[in-house]
C-alpha cells in the first residue's frame, strides 16, 4: 500500500488550509473510500485503562503535570488492572491499552506481571502508553507479550517540542524511542496534538509528512485543549502564538483536515477517531469514523479514577460506564454501517 505521492509537503498545507465547503467535502470522501479501501469496515475496539495520574514530567499542556498540586494522585493495583481490563473481554475488545503518566513506580517487574497476566487470562492484545522508557524496560515488556506502544511526538518541531515539554531525568529522544520500538517488534504508534500555541500549518505539514516517513502502524491525532491549571491554559507559557494567519486553530474542522490527511498519506495505518475530537463535537467520534478513521478507544477505567486523569478539561468520557457506553457504541456503529471489529486489529499489510 502506498502512500498518496500527490501528498507532498506544500499540497498537504494547501489542504490544512482549505476553507471551501466543496473541497473539505472532497477531502472527506477521499479520506472515507481510501479507509474503505485499505482496513474495510470494521472498526477495532481498544479499551483504555488509565493505570496512574502519577507523573514526574512537567509538560505545559498536560494537566497531570507534576507541578498539579491540587490533583489527588491515584495508581492502580494489578487487581485493579486485571479487573477493569476483564470488561475488555466481556465486550469482545481485542485489546487493552494501558496509559498512564511517566510514573516510576510502575517498573519494569510490575508492568511485566500485568502484561503475563493479561495474555495468559485474558487472551487480550496489550497496548502500551507508558511515555518515554528506556530500551531495558520496553525490552523486557515486548519479551513479558506485549504487542504494541503509543508514543506521540506532539509536534515535529523541535525547538516547539522541547518549550512545551520540559526535559526530565529520564527523557529520552521521542524519534529514537520510536526506533527502537520498531527494532524489538512492536507495533509502533504516534501522532499529534493541532493547534498548539506556536503550532503553525508548515509544522503541522512537516508532522504528516513524518508519519509517512516512520511508517506508524498506528496514529493519534487530537485538538489541543487548553487546561486551566497548566501554563499553557493560563497564557503563561513562553510559547507566542504563530502570526495570526500561521497559526494552526484546535479547532474541530482543523482536527478533521487533519485526520483525513492523515489516512491519506498512511491508507492501512490504524486511526483512532480520538476522545479529544468527541470532546469539542457530540457527533466527533462518528465524524471521525467517516472522516479516515476506523478505531475507537472505549474507556475502562474504573468510575472513582475518571475524573483524576484529567489530561485536558472536560473529557467526554466522564460520564458513562463501561457498559452503557458500550451498548451505546455498537448501536451508533450500526447506524453508520459499520461493524464491531473482530479479533485483535492488528496491522492489516
Ligand atoms: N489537549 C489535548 N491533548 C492532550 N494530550 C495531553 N494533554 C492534552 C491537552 N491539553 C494528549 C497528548 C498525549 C496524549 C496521551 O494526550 O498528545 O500524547
Known sequence: MHSDNSMDRPAIEQR?????????????????????????????LRGLVEISNHCTRRCRYCGIHADNRTLP?????AEEILEAAQRAAEFKYGTVV?????????????????????????????TLSLGERNEGDLAAWREAGADRYLLR?????????????????????????????????YETGSGVMIGIPGQTFADLARSLARFAELDLDMIGVGPFIAHPDTDLGRGAADCPP??????????????????????LVRPDANIPSTTAISTLDEHGRELGLERGANVIMPNLTPMRYRRLYEIYPAKSCLAEDPATFDAELKRRLRAIGRVPGRGRGDRVR
Open 98 to 126: 494501558l496509559q498512564a503518566g511517566e510514573d516510576p513506580a510502575l517498573d519494569r517487574p510490575f508492568i511485566a506481571n500485568v502484561i503475563r497476566r493479561l495474555k495468559e487470562d485474558l487472551g487480550l492484545a496489550v
Open 73 to 77: 494522585r491515584y495508581r492502580m493495583r
Open 153 to 185: 511526538f506532539e509536534t515535529s518541531r523541535r525547538d516547539l517540542f522541547e518549550r512545551i515539554h520540559p526535559r526530565g531525568p529520564h527523557s529520552v529522544d521521542r524519534f529514537e524511542q520510536l526506533a527502537v520500538l520498531r527494532r524489538l517488534g
Open 16 to 44: 490544512l488550509r482549505e476553507t471551501r465547503a466543496d473541497r473539505l467535502a472532497d477531502l472527506w470522501q477521499r479520506a472515507d473510500e481510501t479507509r474503505r479501501r485499505e482496513v474495510g469496515d470494521e472498526v477495532h
Open 242 to 263: 504563530a502570526p495570526e494567519s500561521d497559526q494552526v486553530p484546535p479547532s474541530e474542522r482543523m482536527a478533521y483536515k487533519v485526520l483525513a490527511l492523515t489516512r
